[in-house]
């Protein structure tokens, strides 16, 4: 195939390198079933434009993955979601949402690796969802919180309930959010990052 002068690649985008003040930076797994709004969340809050392998859902899903209160969706992540977001001018973190079908599962193992933390998005229409989630990553150690996705429809409970059925710790963070706002995006980030540095703090080898 024969590339046009302006097919080569020349490099990173200006506005996709990192700022010159980053000294650190982080991978942030976003995790949660079909539909939850993984995509959603990195493409809300990421600072730069998120590579996303969406592909349009197909005949072959059908009886296999649970699409419930997500029936009008007809494209889905295969791979993963990336986005960066800068949380002070040294820090950095590195997003990758998982694909939610069940059937790609198998690809989250590599995407745990490294991961310093997660974020959990939970669509109560479908809480029953989440439970291998979050066994997932207590099996692999990763510390997490939970964020509660706001939609519409979605019928709401005191946290204390939702943390009673999804058995949950008394110190893992519940926090509502809406996933399509930024500012909403960047309150979880920033509870998860308030959490690992709580968890660091009462490290026994800090003691």
Same mark, same amino acid.
């Given at each position: 195939?024969?590339?046009?002068?302006?097919? $080569? +690649?020349?490099?990173?985008?200006?506005?996709?390198?990192?700022?010159?003040?980053?000294?650190?930076?982080?991978? +942030?797994?976003?995790? &949660? &079933?079909?539909?939850?709004?993984?995509?959603?969340?990195?493409?809300?809050?990421? *600072?730069?434009?998120?590579?996303?392998?969406? *592909?349009?859902?197909?005949?072959?899903? +059908?009886?296999?993955? /649970?699409?419930?209160?997500?029936?009008?969706? $007809?494209?889905?992540?295969?791979?993963?979601?990336?986005?960066? +977001?800068? !949380?002070?001018?040294?820090?950095?973190?590195?997003?990758?949402? $998982?694909?939610?079908?069940?059937?790609?599962?198998?690809?989250?193992?590599?995407?745990? *690796?490294?991961?310093?933390?997660?974020?959990?998005?939970? /669509?109560?229409?479908?809480?029953?969802?989440?439970?291998?989630?979050?066994?997932?990553?207590? *099996?692999?150690?990763?510390?997490?919180?939970?964020?509660?996705?706001?939609?519409?429809?979605?019928?709401?409970?005191? !946290?204390?309930?939702?943390?009673?059925?999804?058995?949950?710790?008394?110190? !893992?963070? !519940?926090?509502?959010?809406?996933?399509?706002?930024?500012?909403?995006?960047?309150?979880?980030?920033?509870?998860?990052?308030?959490?690992?540095?709580?968890?660091?703090?009462?490290?026994?080898?800090?003691?």
């Amino acid at each position: 195939m024969d590339f046009k002068s302006s097919d $080569t +690649i020349t490099g990173p985008r200006a506005e996709d390198e990192l700022p010159h003040t980053t000294q650190a930076a982080v991978k +942030i797994v976003i995790v &949660g &079933g079909f539909g939850v709004g993984k995509t959603t969340m990195v493409g809300s809050v990421s *600072e730069i434009k998120p590579l996303t392998t969406e *592909e349009t859902m197909t005949q072959a899903g +059908i009886g296999v993955d /649970d699409n419930y209160g997500s029936e009008s969706k $007809t494209a889905t992540t295969v791979a993963m979601d990336f986005g960066r +977001i800068s !949380i002070t001018e040294q820090l950095v973190l590195y997003l990758f949402g $998982t694909p939610g079908q069940e059937r790609f599962w198998f690809l989250w193992n590599g995407l745990f *690796e490294g991961a310093l933390g997660a974020v959990v998005l939970i /669509d109560t229409r479908r809480l029953e969802v989440s439970f291998d989630v979050i066994g997932r990553l207590e *099996e692999r150690g990763v510390p997490f919180v939970v964020a509660i996705n706001d939609f519409p429809d979605a019928p709401r409970y005191p !946290i204390e309930d939702l943390r009673a059925a999804l058995d949950l710790a008394d110190d !893992i963070p !519940i926090v509502k959010c809406d996933a399509r706002r930024r500012a909403s995006s960047r309150d979880v980030l920033m509870t998860l990052m308030r959490f690992l540095h709580a968890l660091a703090m009462r490290s026994p080898s800090r003691a």
